[in-house]
């Protein structure tokens, strides 16, 4: 009885199941397709559903487990985000700080020293000319070498760190696309030049708070005398207003056209020369202000920046270029500048009376030694077949005149800002034949014309 009441229990159970089931899932076989299934029909159909509820819930745990693996890895991912993001602060943090330092460690200098401001940007030869500024510089307290580079070119950066303290290497932050009218794209360089002097001379001369600074590129040689150079006529660049810079550079230097045993001499020019020149904080105060985008040497050369004032240039450059390459492609070089000739006997400045430089005193000296000596043509020069010695002067009234005879002499002859390279008053002083000549306009002359560049 017992044994009859429990299977009738099993049947009951199981079928009570089979109702709820396919109630609660109507997308399986309905009770009374199932009931209707013959016996191993039945079976099949419960076995074949039982396996796909089992193969769903697998699914489920599927996708279960990757909602969890997902929620981890961002968790992972979140971690480790803000973990770079302290690293990356505590980094900025310690660039701040060695940022600070050596600010503060450019900045300890002696209210004298005079910033040598080195441009660099990618030519490891950077090293050749800070290899002689070293070799040179008398004192490292009153010449203090700040390296300038920009292009975040790693080799030169290394190269540049090479020398440890022995130089302060700093780097210009800025290296965004300059927007550039699209008929100056092929200057590109030209641009980025004057963004990085820009900022360079900013830093040393108002946050590293110096009073003076020489600017040297790296494709410059250097004479054993430089430093005593710069030294030595500073005086005359501080009292007399009618001057804005000292400059190292002879653009007509070379050789058959120097006096070479006039290690001493100095001249007057209304030619801005640059390479390797020295400014001061009151010349960049009033320059800073209207810095250009581009071209700043020619602008520096126009009557709006230069208001009638003049540098002083040696009879032998202190200076020599060796770069070739560069943003104006050999402009000039081959034909002019690698001929210059370094000045190789050491001169001492710092002891000399250089006070003829004065414009007061210069101009009479000057005007007198121009317009006094006998005039001569070329082909008499040339010839060698002028019969009094000493200083001769040649004329010019035009341009055209003027770019003929400069072309024929070896001189340089282009314009800029209507300024013959070298001149002063209108006048190109050089050596020629063993005597001064004299290129040189009217005595009447009124000034320069723009005109002419």
């Known amino acids: 009885m017992r044994k009859h009441y429990l299977t009738a229990l099993i049947l009951v159970s199981l079928l009570s199941w089979v109702l709820i089931y396919f109630c609660l899932d109507g997308s399986h076989t309905s009770p009374v397709q199932f009931l209707t299934l013959p016996n191993n029909n039945r079976l099949e159909s419960l076995e074949s559903q039982i396996k ?184 005359l660049l501080e009292m007399d207003p009618t001057l804005w810079c000292v400059s190292a550079w002879n653009y007509n230097g070379k050789l058959g056209l120097i006096e070479r045993d006039a290690s001493s001499l100095l001249h007057r020019t209304d030619f801005f020369p640059g390479l390797g020149w020295m400014l001061t904080k009151p010349i960049w105060q009033e320059l800073m202000v209207k810095w250009p985008l581009s071209y700043w040497d020619d602008w520096i050369r126009q009557p709006e920046q230069r208001k009638g004032r003049g540098c002083i240039r040696p009879e032998i450059s202190r200076t020599r270029t060796f770069g070739k390459i560069g943003v104006s492609n050999g402009l000039f070089f081959e034909k002019h500048l690698k001929y210059i000739h370094l000045n190789e006997k050491y001169v001492p400045f710092t002891k000399l009376n250089l006070t003829y430089l004065l414009k007061d005193n210069y101009d009479v000296s000057f005007v007198k030694a121009v317009y006094e000596c006998p005039v001569v043509s070329y082909q008499e020069l040339k010839s060698n077949s002028i019969v009094t010695s000493g200083p001769v002067r040649i004329p010019y009234f035009t341009k055209d005149k003027y770019k003929r005879t400069a072309k024929m002499l070896g001189l340089m002859d282009d314009f800029r800002s209507g300024v013959p390279r070298t001149g002063y008053r209108g006048v190109v002083s050089f050596f020629y034949n063993n005597r001064r000549v004299y290129l040189a306009p009217n005595a009447n002359w009124k000034g320069y014309d723009i005109t002419w560049s």
């Open 52 to 235: 796909s509820e089992i193969a769903e819930r697998g699914n489920v745990r599927d996708r279960i487990r990757k909602v969890i693996e997902l929620k981890l890895q961002e968790k992972r991912q979140a971690a480790e985000d803000e973990l770079n993001q302290k690293q990356l602060a505590e980094t900025k943090k310690e660039e701040n700080i060695a940022e600070k330092e050596k600010i503060e460690a450019i900045s300890a200098h002696s209210e004298n020293a005079i910033a040598i401001l080195v441009f660099s940007c990618n030519r490891v030869t950077v090293t050749r000319c800070l290899d002689q500024l070293l070799e040179y510089r008398p004192s490292a307290q009153d010449f203090p070498i700040i390296v300038t580079q920009d292009c975040q070119h790693e080799a030169t950066a290394n190269a540049i760190r090479g020398y440890g303290d022995q130089v302060y290497h700093i780097q210009q932050p800025d290296q965004s696309e300059i927007q550039i009218p699209l008929k100056e794209k092929k200057f590109k360089g030209y641009f980025k030049i004057a963004r990085h002097y820009g900022w360079a001379l900013n830093q040393t001369f108002n946050v590293f708070n110096f009073n003076t600074v020489v600017i040297i590129e790296d494709d410059l040689d250097i004479s054993t005398d430089i430093f005593e150079y710069f030294k030595g006529t500073l005086p």
